[in-house]
Every structure is written in C-alpha cells, then in structure tokens.
C-alpha cells in the first residue's frame, strides 16, 4: 500500500509544463495505459466509462433525430478510395494497407478503416433505388486507424473509437439541414453534458474534409489556449453519390443522385475534457457526465466504524433510489485524508464526508470538488440538497469555461498581434481574411496558428485582412491546436 500511496502525489503544475500535466492526470487518475503498438493506448476501465457515458449521450441524441446504428466493415477495397480522388489523397499518407494473408499475397490492397465514406457509399448504391428509399440516417459506432506521425493520448493516437453518421437525401437542402442539424446535436451535448462551450461555424477550404463540398466544426479552448477540434459534420454534395452511383428514381419519373452527409466525434473529447476542465490536483469531472457523481467516505475511530458504516450505507441506498451515481469507500486500510486526496484527482464532482460527530447532528458534510467548499447538511434533507448541489456544479463549470475562452479570445489587425495572441497570451485570435489560400497559409508560417472556422456569429466583423489589409471576405478563428 505504500506504493500506492505515491498515486495521488507529484503532479505537474499546469504553469510549469500543460503537456506533462496532461500525462501526469490521465496516468494518475488511471484512465490509460500505452500499448506495445506504437501510437495506441489502453483504456482502462475509469477512462472507458467517460467513452460510455459520451456514448450514452450521443446516443440518445441521434435515435431522438431519427438515426439508427449498423456496422460495416473494417477492411475497405484499395479500389473504393480511387473512386473519390480528394478523398484518398487526403487520406493516403495515414492509411495502413493488408496485403496479404499467411503466405498468400491478397489481389486487391485492403485499407484498414480510416474513415467509412467510401464503403458507405457503395452500401448505399445497393440499398438506394427510390426515392422511397430515402433518407437513409445511419450511425456506426466503431474503431478507426490513421497512422499519426506525432501522438497524444486521447488527442492523437493510430487507433482511436468514434461514431460517424452517414446519412443519404433526396434533396441539397435536405442534406444541408441534417449537416447543420447534426452540428447542433454535438453542440448541444458538448455543452450541456461535458460543460465546455464551443465555437460553431464552417471550416476553410484548405482544412475541410477530404471530399467534401463544405465542413462545418465545433472548435473548444483548452486551458493551454489551444484549439481542440470537438466536432465535425460534413456536406458532401453529391460527389460521393457520383463516385458510387447512388441514384434514386424520383418522383418525376428521373434518376437523380443522391445528396450525403457525414458527421462524427472522437474519443479525442476525453482529451477535451481533462484539458478544459482539469487542475493542479487533477481531473474535474461535470456531473452530468461523471461516471460517479458522489463518493461517500465514512470516517472516525474504530470503535465507531460499525455505526457509521451502517449509516453511510442508508445514505448510499437512498441517494442511489435517485438515479445519483453514487459509491462508497468504506477501506479501512488506507487514511480518510489519502482517499480525499484520490477522488479530488479522479474528479469525483462532490465527496460526502460522514463520521460520529455529525451523526450526532443528524447530518453529512459535502465537499464540491470544483470550489473545495464544505456543506454541512442536514441528512433530512439529503436527497433534494445533493441533487441541487451537482446541478449548480454543473452549471457553475460551464460558466467558468466560458469565462476562461472569453478572457482569452481577442481580435487582432495583424500577423505581429496574431503571433501575441497565440504564443505569448495563449488564446484565440479573430481575425479578417480575404479568402486567399496564400494569406491563410502565411498565417501557419509564420504563426504555427491554424483557422479553426469561420464563425456563424462572430462577436464581431473584421474588414480587412490580417495579412494583404485587402477587404476581408471573412471573419476567422485562428490559433494553435491539437
């Protein structure tokens, strides 16, 4: 136990070094491990049930919309990505390729799945004759390989998990509703469920999707002042109808091609997570997201250990007979101070404290892991006061976050004031741009700031560019990202 006690301890200052308080919170906290293939990770048990409470959400989100989930396969035909060729070229320096089985070298290259464009879009030209075939709304939940030169747990690695929508229309502006539909659906939980806020709005060309006609983002701050790409949903015309002949019969007697979407999160929002809302003593979990909202520790002497664990057992059940997601740590073999120390790291959004003395006084003692404040509270009136309590958590973080973004964002009329804003003061830059891939190019030169988007509702226009000072056909975020 000794060693173990090392576990809440020796974690670097988010000042010192973000990227090595990164490391240090998600090994601590125990939410990864590396595996032997480079680039890829294990998640461990505390680290996979943030993915399940995400999927959780996401879930309910998209059957609410009308999605159902399949599965396709992980193993795409080299011939697939040659029929859309922005998309295999946008692709093709992270694909790794099966070429053969045992001794026997394969006809045809198989890409293990980068992304699923390609075999949905063949599906679809099997299933999709009539346009009352339509609107095909599908999501896959599933794992996907891109061979990263540069890795980050959760962030970046070879392997990761996701979900990608892929959905077929009648109509552009079918299409077009349900790209813009879905961009609401992640904002709406990216906020409400994980409390970070976000920028909406349509991404560049030089950093749309390959194949797409448009691609729209949700882009979030991280503590460091970097970007963090949290969501993306896709239009993509019919090029990918084109490429896989996804015709339909329409009502006026005409075949006609298909209009599709794609849309899709990663577990690269774990990563957001930790790195919007974690500290100097570890992960804070939102309550509506956090595997275990309450972790209940009974305290006191020996001689009192059985009435108290008897009561802290009710307290359990009651709260529990709720729907709070609640647990106990009734150890007696490490301290009280230990375990305060360990949930603080692990997140857990609200400790209650119950010893002999405040049995004594009918009450539990509530510890807020965001604010560190104490709350004696009556056990009468438990249920309804905790309740309260993580609603206000949860609220109070979203609050902080969008503080923090606020504080950190600033317009800016110039490369020099750009390279201040992102290197210097670590935050976001709003700047002009005239629409030149060359001016937007110089930026990433000169800078290391990439667009982030074009904003739906910037907090206000620019008109000039920050590069020529021509006029400015668009209102940009810039910064570095992950």
Same mark, same amino acid.
């Given at each position: 136990? =000794?060693?173990?006690?090392?576990?809440?301890?020796?974690?670097?200052? %988010?000042? #010192?070094?973000?990227?090595?308080?990164?490391?240090?919170?998600?090994?601590?906290?125990?939410?990864?491990?590396?595996?032997?293939?480079?680039?890829?990770?294990?998640?461990?048990? +505390?680290?996979? /049930?943030?993915?399940?409470?995400?999927?959780?959400?996401? +879930?309910?989100?998209?059957?609410?919309?009308?999605?159902?989930?399949?599965?396709?396969?992980?193993?795409?035909?080299?011939?697939?990505?040659?029929?859309?060729?922005?998309?295999? /070229?946008?692709?093709?320096?992270?694909?790794?390729?099966?070429?053969?089985?045992?001794?026997? =070298?394969?006809?045809? &290259?198989?890409?293990?799945?980068?992304?699923?464009?390609?075999?949905?879009?063949?599906?679809?030209?099997?299933?999709?004759?009539?346009?009352?075939? $339509?609107?095909?709304?599908?999501?896959? !939940?599933?794992?996907?390989?891109?061979?990263?030169?540069?890795?980050?747990?959760?962030?970046?690695?070879?392997?990761?998990? !996701?979900?990608?929508?892929?959905?077929?229309?009648?109509?552009?502006?079918?299409?077009? %509703?349900?790209?813009?539909?879905?961009?609401?659906?992640?904002? +709406?939980?990216?906020?409400?469920?994980?409390?970070?806020?976000?920028?909406?709005?349509?991404?560049?060309?030089?950093?749309?999707?390959?194949?797409?006609?448009?691609?729209?983002?949700?882009?979030?701050?991280?503590?460091?002042?970097?970007?963090?790409?949290?969501?993306?949903?896709?239009?993509?015309?019919?090029?990918?109808?084109?490429?896989?002949?996804?015709?339909? $019969?329409?009502?006026?007697? #005409? &075949?006609?091609?298909?209009?599709?979407?794609?849309?899709?999160?990663?577990?690269?929002? @774990?990563?957001?997570?930790?790195?919007?809302?974690?500290?100097? *003593?570890?992960? %804070?979990?939102?309550? *509506? @997201?956090?595997?275990?909202?309450?972790?209940?520790?009974? @305290?006191?002497?020996?001689?009192?250990?059985?009435?108290?664990?008897? =009561?802290?057992? #009710?307290?359990?059940?009651?709260?529990?007979?709720?729907?709070?997601?609640?647990?106990? +740590?009734?150890?007696?073999?490490?301290?009280?101070?230990?375990?305060?120390?360990?949930?603080?790291?692990?997140?857990?959004?609200? &400790?209650? /404290?119950?010893?002999?003395?405040?049995?004594?006084?009918?009450? =539990?003692?509530?510890?807020?892991?965001?604010?560190?404040?104490?709350?004696?509270?009556?056990?009468?009136?438990?249920?309804?006061?905790?309740?309260?309590?993580?609603?206000?958590?949860?609220?109070?973080?979203?609050?902080?976050?969008?503080?923090?973004?606020?504080?950190?964002?600033?317009?800016?009329?110039?490369?020099?004031? $750009?390279?201040?804003?992102? *290197?210097?003061?670590?935050?976001?830059?709003?700047?002009?741009?005239?629409?030149?891939?060359?001016?937007?190019?110089?930026?990433?030169? #000169?800078?290391?700031?990439?667009?982030?988007?074009?904003?739906?509702?910037?907090?206000?226009?620019?008109?000039?560019?920050?590069?020529?000072?021509?006029?400015?056909?668009?209102?940009?975020?810039?910064?570095?990202?992950?």
């Amino acid at each position: 136990m =000794a060693k173990d006690k090392e576990f809440v301890k020796d974690i670097t200052l %988010q000042s #010192e070094d973000f990227s090595r308080w990164y490391i240090d919170v998600i090994t601590k906290a125990d939410l990864m491990d590396y595996a032997p293939v480079r680039g890829c990770i294990v998640f461990k048990p +505390d680290g996979y /049930e943030l993915w399940e409470a995400c999927q959780r959400e996401l +879930d309910r989100r998209f059957k609410a919309t009308g999605h159902r989930n399949a599965y396709f396969p992980l193993l795409i035909p080299e011939s697939f990505f040659q029929k859309e060729k922005e998309h295999v /070229e946008g692709f093709n320096p992270e694909l790794p390729w099966v070429t053969q089985v045992g001794d026997d =070298a394969l006809e045809e &290259r198989l890409a293990v799945r980068p992304t699923s464009e390609t075999i949905f879009g063949y599906m679809y030209s099997q299933w999709i004759q009539s346009y009352r075939d $339509l609107p095909v709304l599908i999501n896959q !939940w599933a794992n996907v390989v891109r061979w990263e030169k540069r890795t980050l747990p959760f962030l970046r690695t070879s392997e990761f998990l !996701w979900q990608e929508g892929h959905t077929a229309h009648a109509t552009q502006e079918e299409a077009m %509703q349900e790209t813009e539909k879905m961009l609401d659906v992640y904002t +709406d939980f990216v906020e409400n469920e994980l409390a970070i806020p976000v920028i909406k709005g349509r991404k560049t060309p030089s950093e749309k999707f390959p194949g797409a006609v448009a691609t729209y983002s949700i882009e979030a701050m991280m503590k460091d002042g970097k970007a963090l790409q949290a969501g993306t949903s896709h239009f993509l015309g019919d090029n990918f109808a084109r490429s896989f002949d996804i015709k339909f $019969l329409d009502k006026d007697n #005409e &075949r006609k091609f298909a209009f599709t979407t794609s849309w899709g999160m990663t577990t690269r929002i @774990i990563g957001a997570l930790i790195m919007v809302h974690g500290d100097d *003593r570890g992960l %804070q979990l939102p309550p *509506r @997201i956090a595997p275990t909202q309450v972790m209940v520790i009974p @305290i006191g002497p020996a001689k009192a250990r059985e009435r108290v664990l008897t =009561a802290a057992q #009710e307290i359990l059940a009651t709260l529990a007979s709720t729907g709070i997601r609640i647990k106990m +740590d009734d150890r007696d073999d490490v301290s009280p101070g230990w375990k305060f120390n360990e949930y603080e790291l692990r997140g857990i959004p609200i &400790r209650l /404290e119950v010893g002999p003395r405040d049995l004594d006084q009918s009450q =539990a003692i509530l510890v807020r892991r965001d604010t560190s404040e104490k709350i004696p509270v009556p056990l009468a009136n438990l249920k309804e006061i905790v309740q309260s309590l993580l609603d206000d958590i949860q609220s109070s973080m979203l609050a902080n976050a969008r503080a923090f973004q606020r504080d950190h964002s600033k317009t800016v009329h110039s490369v020099a004031e $750009l390279l201040q804003v992102v *290197r210097s003061e670590h935050g976001f830059a709003l700047a002009g741009w005239c629409g030149d891939d060359a001016c937007e190019a110089h930026i990433k030169t #000169e800078t290391g700031a990439t667009s982030r988007n074009i904003p739906f509702d910037p907090p206000e226009h620019v008109s000039t560019c920050v590069v020529c000072n021509q006029e400015a056909n668009h209102t940009v975020w810039f910064a570095r990202a992950y």
